[in-house]
């Protein structure tokens, strides 16, 4: 069901205007409408309501203090600190003011504390980075010179250089010294070895007087000079691989202090600034939904929706706050009007997990049937007639509840447990039927303890293996009558939306499809051939209000309709494969000795049920949502959205997940880390 | 990091186009260059996809220098990323084109070193969008000379450091940069080529780009060479090889017209034609090559962005995105650059280029 | 050659054809979708639901391949 919604128009004088802001913000549940883009549409007798100047620049400095805090945070790399409520809530409070030029200067307060100390770190943390990353650019090279560079030595008068030479100029290399031997008179020496599969590195070793001419004579070779870190140049080489490596490894030792510092810092602040971001995000949500409201020349207009069953405490707060002066009324929503509602669901429990299902797919528009709960008839009724087996059904039933009892706590479990135990037990009800017990075992093969009992002609259980067809034309059957449900509740939702073209399309579809079905009937005799007439006149009357409702698309989606109905033979097709390989593990115990037959059948039968989970599933979701609910359901509505605070009182209300996933959205900045 | 088959490219492009979705649009570009505060630029950067490097950056840095900062930190990254959820196939061709801005980098700082300018205004206008990484490039261009930067490069065992070694002798002779730069370009395109022609129709598309960039860095050439005194001999020497449409047959003839008109009029028969004769206005009004210089780059751009159309399973999707990226960058930049000096609205409107 | 043999191991035979060549359509099919949805999902997380039910799509074909595969090996006799 969709929760009643009440449209209200809040009016007051234009001096207690933030006043009524900050106490909506705080009951949480007002879905408020967009007056500033309605009044661009249409013509109202209200106009937006402006920022005014001061506003503006609150709200900018209110921005920046916020990319301030967001940028310390993330500087902390503090990436899934969880912290509870009650301490969220209380570091919230303290920071909280109700006006935004005291909470700035009160975060700015705050800001400064930690911000120079934490930009400080980050710089830190960046520079020495920044170095290992450079130093490990020089050093392969430095290590493959360095059994050089100890081959010579050098003492104060004479000055080493070393070099790279491309292979295939290796022979350079003698040329090279002869002409560094006329040079320098001989007073040089160079030592070479090959470093990998294209270079060769040479050490020079000269007196410094020569130190220009060679320089200059090594310029203008083929060759490069190995260069130094910055700040290394001086230094010999083996000295400077030396002090590369033990640089190398102390900065990441350096490193990891610097990250120890940080965290020390992120625990003593990360709370009060995850508190500061709410409360910035908070008020500059308020001074965002500014635009969104209406006034004239002395009053303020505020427009949305409500629950019904809220409202008399919206009116009874407000009442109590400010007396007569500021007005609520409840307003008629016209019917145009009544497609902007905004929808909540409002189901019972047994209906619930299924909701989370359909989020995927969209949401209904308000006034239109719910198709939740028709998904929690119907998906178990697929599930299991497809799994349709007493011993699988157990299995995941037990399991369902053994879950359950393990992980009380977890939302996701017990959502995921309701709905398989619910299709679990379909699937017994229709093992029965099918009189499947982990396959054949009850059959004549094995136990054999079937007793076959004759209703109106059927011979019960079905057995799937032999009744094939007529599981394929029941099934088939199965899928016609739900499209006609689905037509019908097409039909019943275009009256309420008062709609009536698309009343006559798909009652016009509905007329024809039933049309056709008495028309094949007849042929195979299944009905008396003289119905053959009425079905063809019952067809023109279809096919003629389905181009009245519809166009002529309308007659493609008859063959769309013939499509989806035998859609439904996947469900004969997938029972039939599962219970094929559930024959398929018993027979195992036939050929091979009892012993092993048994653990390979129940191995295989393992396998098939967890098939069982997931294939099923699927289909019958595809079924239920794409057959079923695209022929009545229309999405597009909005959700109820309330203008909440972050950690406000609605966490435990209808709305709660709604609030829930706002401090999802705060915790997200310290995950934000994790996902770059 | 994600193991993709070899030739599956629908993992990756599937990033690619959300990604996209996410680029800032004309509408954007509009309402940032009307702002004339940086901190309000930062304000609205911060609801952009760049708003994890801005957060960083205003930590450290404020106004201007923060923008540019993330800028530069988100670039490396989104290519980083690019290149990681790619197949092998996919990879080696998107680094083999990222080749260009490496290229680009160097002959920047080459210059820079060249005409003794301040390293840290050469580090000011690089944009680390190649395989060298920010850190390696602000070294290279703190060296105090050619040799050095040079030297630095073979240190670090980058194959580019080898054609440049090659021609540092011509070079210290003659002081003129274009040996040095016409070594890197040759170099990079024989190498680029040879790898992209293995790989199939996805190589093909590489090919396609590279040798764009090979007429255009061959008209670039041409367009200079209007001043030269020798234009024949400097003309044997400069072509690059391999272009798409301009031969070298085709490139002599044009080395020796007299003025732009002449040239451009050679062209025509080429699409380069048309594309310069659209910017001749600019060029008569302004009295500069940069509007024609200007011309070619906004067209390869767009033909580099306008790779995404066609097979949605191909190399294609990437390497539109990376163009349109780097663009998105470049005009961010611009923009941040164009109100620091006091560069009037209008002129920097003009400055962008829009895909 | 035994007729009837060759009956049965012409049904067998093509009744394995028509659930083989279905599958491996599907499967093929339904690995580029896996992969593009893959890199879909990691960007847009909220379309979950629907890439989950486009990565079902192709199963249809493989399951009417069974339905006349089965149809084949037991009632055409």
Not at chain 1, 636 to 650: D, I, K, S, V
Not at chain 2, 136 to 151: P, S, T, V
């Amino acid at each position: 069901m969709l929760v009643t919604m009440a449209k209200v128009e809040i009016v007051g004088p234009k001096p207690s205007f933030y006043d009524v802001v900050a106490l909506l913000h705080s009951l949480g549940s007002l879905h408020i409408e967009d007056l500033g883009k309605k009044t661009a549409e249409e013509d109202l007798p209200v106009k937006k309501m402006e920022v005014d100047g001061s506003q503006s620049a609150q709200k900018e400095q209110l921005q920046q203090l916020l990319t301030r805090v967001t940028g310390i945070v993330q500087a902390f790399h503090a990436s899934g600190r969880e912290f509870s409520k009650q301490a969220r809530q209380k570091a919230y409070d303290e920071v909280w003011r109700d006006d935004a030029v005291g909470l700035a200067s009160e975060v700015e307060d705050l800001i400064g504390q930690v911000e120079s100390r934490s930009a400080e770190l980050s710089a830190h943390e960046n520079e020495l980075e920044s170095e290992l990353s450079l130093l490990t650019k020089y050093e392969p090279i430095l290590q493959k010179i360095q059994p050089l560079a100890k081959q010579i030595v050098t003492t104060g008068g004479f000055e080493s250089v070393a070099l790279l030479i491309e292979r295939r100029y290796k022979a350079a290399l003698d040329e090279l010294k002869a002409e560094l031997n006329k040079i320098t008179k001989k007073q040089c020496e160079i030592v070479s070895t090959d470093v990998d599969e294209k270079t060769t590195a040479a050490i020079v070793v000269f007196n410094k007087i020569y130190s220009e001419p060679v320089h200059r004579l090594l310029s203008m070779e083929n060759v490069n000079q190995v260069r130094l870190p910055p700040g290394l140049a001086d230094q010999p080489f083996d000295v400077a691989y030396q002090i590369v490596t033990e640089r190398m490894k102390h900065v990441p030792e350096d490193l990891a202090k610097v990250r120890e510092d940080i965290k020390n810092l992120s625990d003593e602040w990360l709370l009060k600034m995850i508190a500061m971001s709410d409360v910035l995000n908070d008020k500059l949500q308020e001074l965002d939904t500014i635009p969104m409201f209406g006034q004239t020349e002395y009053a303020f207009v505020i427009t949305g929706w409500v629950p019904k069953k809220d409202l008399p405490e919206l009116e009874g707060s407000v009442k109590a706050e400010f007396g007569d002066d500021v007005v609520v009324t409840q307003v008629e929503m016209s019917e145009h009007e009544i497609h902007d509602t905004p929808v909540a669901y409002k189901n019972n429990s047994i209906v619930k997990p299924f909701e989370l299902v359909y989020r995927f797919f969209g949401t209904p528009r308000y006034g239109t049937i719910d198709p939740v709960p028709l998904m929690a008839l119907f998906y178990p009724i697929f599930f299991g007639l497809i799994v349709g087996d007493i011993g699988y059904g157990l299995v995941i039933v037990i399991t369902c509840a053994l879950l359950r009892l393990k992980y009380k706590s977890s939302e996701m479990i017990k959502v995921v447990t309701q709905i398989f135990g619910m299709a679990g037990t379909a699937a017994i009800a229709f093992g029965l039927l099918f009189g499947e017990f982990f396959g054949n075992v009850l059959g004549g093969e094995y136990l054999n303890v079937i007793q076959h009992i004759n209703i109106l002609g059927v011979e019960l259980p079905m057995n799937r293996e032999e009744a094939m067809m007529p599981l394929l034309f029941i099934t088939v059957g199965l899928g016609a009558m739900t499209m006609l449900l689905g037509l019908l509740l097409g039909v019943w939702n275009a009256i309420l939306s008062k709609s009536k073209k698309h009343a006559f399309e798909k009652g016009g579809l509905a007329l024809t499809l039933v049309a056709i079905f008495i028309v094949i009937a007849a042929m195979a005799s299944v009905l008396p051939p003289v119905a053959t007439t009425p079905g063809f006149v019952l067809l023109v009357v279809g096919i003629v209000l389905l181009i009245y409702g519809g166009g002529l698309m309308g007659v493609f989606e008859i063959f769309g309709t013939m499509g989806n109905i035998l859609s439904f033979a996947r469900i004969m097709a997938l029972g039939l494969a599962g219970a094929i390989l559930a024959g398929v593990a018993n027979g195992m115990t036939k050929g091979m000795g009892f012993a092993i037959g048994i653990i390979i059948a129940l191995l295989l039968h393992a396998l098939n049920i967890i098939i069982a989970v997931v294939s099923p599933s699927i289909h019958a979701i595809r079924l239920n949502v794409i057959e079923f609910f695209g022929k009545f359901a229309e999405t597009g509505g909005h959700e109820y959205e309330p203008f909440h605070r972050t950690t406000g009182p609605r966490d435990a209300s209808s709305n709660g997940e709604k609030a829930d996933s706002e401090e999802a959205d705060s915790t997200k900045l310290v995950e934000q880390e994790v996902s770059s | 990091m994600v193991q993709v088959a070899v030739q599956d490219y629908g993992y990756g492009n599937a990033r690619i186009r959300a990604m996209r979705q996410r680029l800032l649009d004309n509408t954007f570009y509009e309402g940032l260059v009307e702002l004339d505060d940086f901190d309000r630029m930062v304000q609205l950067l911060q609801q952009t996809p760049y708003k994890d490097e801005i957060q960083e950056a205003v930590l450290r840095k404020s106004g201007a220098a923060a923008i540019d900062e993330a800028l530069k930190l988100n670039l490396a990254r989104t290519f980083r990323r690019v290149l990681s959820f790619m197949s092998p196939e996919g990879q080696a061709l998107v680094s083999t084109l990222l080749g260009r801005w490496d290229i680009h980098n160097i002959k920047t700082i080459l210059r820079g070193i060249h005409m003794h300018i301040d390293p840290e205004e050469i580090i000011d206008s690089l944009l680390p969008a190649g395989e060298l990484e920010e850190i390696e490039l602000d070294e290279l261009a703190k060296q105090e000379d050619i040799k050095g930067c040079i030297d630095l490069l073979a240190t670090w065992g980058i194959s580019y450091g080898r054609p440049l070694t090659k021609e540092v002798a011509t070079y210290a002779e003659t002081r003129d940069l274009s040996f040095l730069e016409l070594a890197l370009d040759k170099y990079y395109f024989t190498y680029s080529l040879r790898r992209v022609r293995m790989l199939g129709p996805n190589g093909q598309k590489a090919q396609d780009i590279l040798q764009t960039q090979i007429d255009i860095v061959n008209l670039l050439t041409l367009l200079r060479l209007q001043k030269s005194k020798q234009p024949e001999e400097e003309a044997k020497r400069l072509y690059v090889p391999y272009g798409r449409e301009i031969r070298f047959e085709q490139f002599l003839a044009l080395a020796q017209k007299d003025d732009v008109d002449d040239l451009i009029d050679g062209l025509l028969t080429t699409t380069y034609g048309r594309i310069l004769e659209g910017a001749m206005m600019k060029y008569i009004e302004h009295g500069s090559l940069a509007a024609l210089e200007r011309a070619l780059e906004t067209h390869f751009v767009q033909k580099g962005a306008g790779m995404s159309k066609g097979d949605p399973l191909g190399v294609g999707i990437a390497i539109g995105y990376i163009w349109a990226k780097h663009n998105e960058i470049v005009n961010l930049r611009i923009i941040v650059k164009g109100r620091t000096i006091g560069m009037p609205e209008k002129r920097i409107r003009e400055e962008l280029i829009l895909v | 050659m035994d007729p009837k043999a060759f009956t049965i191991v012409g049904k067998a035979f093509f009744a394995m054809l028509t659930v083989a060549v279905p599958a491996w359509a599907t499967a093929y099919a339904q690995a580029k979708i896996g992969t593009a949805g893959a890199g879909t999902l990691a960007e847009r997380p909220e379309v979950a639901g629907m890439i989950i039910a486009l990565q079902a799509l192709p199963e249809t074909m493989v399951i009417l391949g069974f339905v006349i595969a089965a149809m084949i090996v037991t009632t055409l006799k």
